[in-house]
């Protein structure tokens, strides 16, 4: 049978550890891994005037996505009157509406792409140089 013996509390010192992976990495002569400081990185100020950009961008575009979907949901909801009102055919204002729906995602993903290759990437390499780091 096995006994279990209660250690007192003060016993246990809290050591702490490096975590490793099969005591890679610990022992004597064991260096810290080198590598960009990512702490630096992120308290310096071009990282926030980066952060700045990119919430300048994507909080309003996210903001009027909402709005516009949510304007058509609710049209879809109360005003069916309007939404079935026929354009061409069988073609409703919901139906454009749905579609106009899925070509404002593609574009605004379109813009975003374009705006970040030549407003984000070019900052984020210049971070990225100034840490250190190779370029992709």
Same mark, same amino acid.
């Given at each position: 049978?096995?006994?279990?013996?209660?250690?007192? #509390?003060?016993? +246990?010192?809290?050591?702490?550890?490096? @975590?490793? %992976?099969?005591?890679?990495?610990?022992?004597?002569? @064991?260096?810290?891994?080198?590598?960009?400081?990512? @702490?630096?990185?992120?308290?310096?100020?071009? %990282? #926030?005037?980066?952060?700045?950009?990119?919430?300048?961008?994507?909080?309003?575009?996210?903001? =009027? %996505? =909402?709005? !516009? &979907? $949510?304007? &058509?949901? =609710? $049209? #879809?909801? &109360? #005003?069916?009157?309007?939404?079935?009102?026929?354009?061409?055919? =069988?073609?409703?204002?919901? $139906?454009? %509406?749905?579609?106009?729906?899925?070509?404002?995602? *593609?574009?605004?993903?379109? $813009?975003?792409?374009? !705006?970040?290759?030549?407003? *984000?990437?070019?900052?984020?390499?210049?971070?990225? @140089?100034?840490?250190?780091?190779?370029? +992709?």
């Amino acid at each position: 049978m096995t006994e279990v013996v209660q250690s007192p #509390a003060g016993a +246990r010192a809290a050591v702490p550890r490096a @975590a490793t %992976f099969g005591g890679i990495g610990s022992g004597p002569g @064991a260096q810290a891994p080198q590598g960009p400081d990512f @702490a630096a990185i992120h308290d310096s100020a071009e %990282f #926030a005037a980066l952060r700045s950009r990119f919430r300048g961008f994507v909080f309003p575009m996210s903001a =009027l %996505f =909402l709005v !516009w &979907y $949510l304007t &058509y949901v =609710l $049209l #879809a909801a &109360y #005003a069916k009157d309007f939404m079935s009102t026929r354009v061409v055919g =069988l073609v409703t204002v919901g $139906l454009v %509406f749905g579609m106009l729906q899925f070509a404002s995602t *593609i574009a605004i993903t379109a $813009l975003y792409v374009r !705006w970040a290759r030549r407003q *984000i990437d070019p900052r984020i390499a210049e971070i990225r @140089a100034a840490a250190g780091v190779d370029a +992709r």
